[in-house]
């Protein structure tokens, strides 16, 4: 029983507007849902991804006004954009600059061509090349050309203060392979441990960075939420559900969010993390053609349409 990848990362935004600007407009990105997070239905929760929607290639925002997160351990501290090519960085340099982006230019991490960047409320970024590796579905309306458009997730960094209890999660409950160390700050010694589901690669990876004596972070604008890794069908993901019963996690047992399903637990280190399935997908609902135009509203929530769109407002008017 193996996870597959990384299926989506979920963050927090201050300003929808303004976030959907920048997703759709400077990144390039498709929104292909538009909805609102089901425990908490006065915020948006706004996924953006490939032409496809496919899994692996979400990243979703909750719509929460607060001030900007305190970075620290005990959380997800940079998720990363898989891009195809040397040339494909230089191109997003030049964006990046041209939109006033903040960015960190070219580095290599982890033997990979990188570019950190910030989006507007501060959530850390990498744009990573993958050398063109697996598939890529791009948006054919996408103000980035085709060739230089994001393909994916992966891979996300981790900072918790102690090594072993996150350590046995990764490893010895959820089955991922310890691949490799790196140093995250390029100096002579390795500080962050890299693990791989699936048959690896950027879009199958965590990278767990080690930071004792770090103060915890406090959530807020710009800090990431959780992030999903994948399980392919239903019959891994029960199978999944008694597994994370018999190591003893404390979890959320089986959530049916209509577009996949979700188990939710947190491990030693103070990571959140959900596992999802790959289906049934975001066409269960709307067509491919038109995700993302409309409000969408699972079953549960379809009868209080009226009173959820009136707590809105539209994308569109926000200031951005």
Same mark, same amino acid.
């Given at each position: 029983?193996?996870?597959?990848g990384?299926h989506?990362l979920t963050?927090i935004t ?9 997703y759709?407009?400077?990144?390039g ?13 006065s ?13 692996g ?26 891009v195809?090519?040397?040339n494909?960085?230089q191109w997003?340099?030049?964006r #990046? ?7 960190g ?16 409320d501060?959530?850390?970024l990498s ?22 458009q994001i ?8 900072s918790?203060?102690?090594?072993t209890?996150?350590d ?13 160390m790196?140093?995250?700050?390029n100096?002579?010694k ?7 589901m ?6 199958a ?5 080690v ?5 915890p ?12 890794l ?6 891994d993901y ?22 996949f399903?979700?188990?939710? #637990?947190?491990?030693?280190g ?5 596992i999802?399935?790959?289906g049934?997908g ?17 079953? #549960?929530?379809?009868?209080r ?5 009136a ?6 008017t926000?200031?951005?």
């Amino acid at each position: 029983m193996q996870l597959t990848g990384i299926h989506h990362l979920t963050a927090i935004t201050a300003n929808a507007g303004r976030n959907h600007h920048f997703y759709t407009h400077t990144l390039g990105m498709r929104l292909v849902k538009k909805t609102v997070n089901q425990d908490d239905v006065s915020a948006y929760h706004l996924f953006y991804a490939d032409a496809l929607a496919s899994p692996g290639t979400d990243l979703t925002f909750f719509d929460w006004p607060s001030p900007r997160e305190r970075r620290g351990t005990r959380s997800i501290i940079r998720a990363g954009l898989r891009v195809a090519g040397e040339n494909t960085l230089q191109w997003w340099l030049r964006r #990046f600059d041209e939109a006033g982006v903040f960015h960190g230019g070219l580095t290599v991490r982890d033997k990979r061509s990188t570019i950190d960047f910030e989006d507007p409320d501060g959530l850390r970024l990498s744009l990573i090349d993958d050398n063109g590796g697996g598939e890529s579905h791009p948006w054919e309306a996408s103000p980035v050309p085709a060739p230089y458009q994001i393909r994916g997730l992966g891979p996300v960094t981790l900072s918790v203060p102690e090594f072993t209890p996150t350590d046995r999660v990764l490893a010895d409950v959820l089955n991922l392979r310890r691949a490799r160390m790196y140093s995250f700050f390029n100096d002579s010694k390795p500080d962050v441990h890299v693990y791989e589901m699936g048959g690896g690669g950027p879009s199958a990876e965590l990278h767990l960075l080690v930071e004792p004596g770090t103060a915890p972070a406090r959530s807020g604008a710009g800090a990431v939420h959780h992030v999903a890794l994948r399980t392919p069908d239903i019959s891994d993901y029960n199978a999944w559900n008694a597994r994370l019963q018999e190591a003893g996690m404390p979890a959320s047992g089986p959530v049916d969010r209509h577009y996949f399903r979700s188990l939710y #637990f947190r491990e030693p280190g103070g990571i959140l993390f959900e596992i999802a399935t790959d289906g049934p997908g975001f066409t269960t609902d709307e067509p491919l053609e038109s995700l993302g135009n409309h409000l969408a509203l699972p079953p #549960f929530l379809e009868g209080r349409r009226k009173e959820i769109e009136a707590g809105l407002k539209p994308l569109a008017t926000v200031e951005v």
